[in-house]
């Protein structure tokens, strides 16, 4: 793909990421976030972080499918978003709900089910953000580094999990996104099937 047009997609990838923390500052600034301010911020940093989790998720059986190679090339930058939005949504909780209590926020954590899911889920992104850059490839190997990033799967279940428990009557949004994932997942599981298959095949034929 020609420079320009990579430089052009990645301006477009950074205004579309930025969009939802642009909207909920204007909302802010406008009294537009409603009755209910705290809720509005959380629930949408919430979902941001859910929806670029599996957006990132997405990529490589897109790039598969589709055959456009380019696509990898944004998948570690949406990942650093999705962490952003999870670092705005803990903050709104940590900060604006509990004034930083550590008592309230660790008996929290041990007492509702769904807080204990989406700590889990921000604590299995962080060795992620702090190990995106190149440098990091290269000091823990590739094959490390692989092993380290499949955490982003068990990151995006328990925000999956943490979001369904947290919802106490319309399950039609926790639902779909944990359909996504399932499909997304399920992908990674058929490829990895098939990929061992021929391993296997090739070896049998070597043998003979």
């Known amino acids: 793909m020609a420079r320009r047009w990579m430089v052009l997609l990645k301006v477009i990838v950074w205004s579309l990421c930025l969009l ?27 979902h941001w972080t859910l929806y670029l989790l599996l957006t990132t998720l997405a990529i490589s ?5 589709t055959g456009l190679t380019w696509l990898i090339r944004f998948r ?3 990942g650093l978003f999705a962490f952003f939005y999870g670092c705005l949504h803990l903050m709104t909780y940590l900060w604006f709900d509990k004034f930083f209590d550590i008592h309230e926020i660790v008996k929290d954590i041990y ?8 700590m889990t889920a921000w604590t299995l992104m962080l060795p992620l953000a702090l190990t995106s850059t190149a440098a990091s490839i290269r ?4 094959k490390r580094w692989q092993s380290l990033h499949r955490l982003i799967y068990a990151s995006a279940i328990a925000g999956v999990v943490h979001f369904w428990w947290l919802v106490k009557r319309d399950l039609t949004r926790p639902e779909m996104m944990a359909a996504i994932l ?9 490829n990895l099937t098939l990929a061992s298959r021929t391993v296997r095949t090739a070896r049998l034929s070597q043998q003979r």
């Open 61 to 65: 059986p897109l790039r598969r499918m």
């Open 20 to 46: 939802p923390v642009s909207m909920l500052a204007w909302k802010a600034t406008h009294d537009e976030l409603g009755a209910n301010p705290l809720s509005e911020i959380t629930l949408a940093t919430g």
């Open 139 to 142: 000091w823990l190997g590739g």
């Open 76 to 78: 570690r930058l949406i």
């Open 182 to 190: 399932t499909l997304l997942l399920g992908f990674r599981v058929v």
């Open 111 to 118: 007492k509702r089910p769904f807080i204990t899911a989406g």
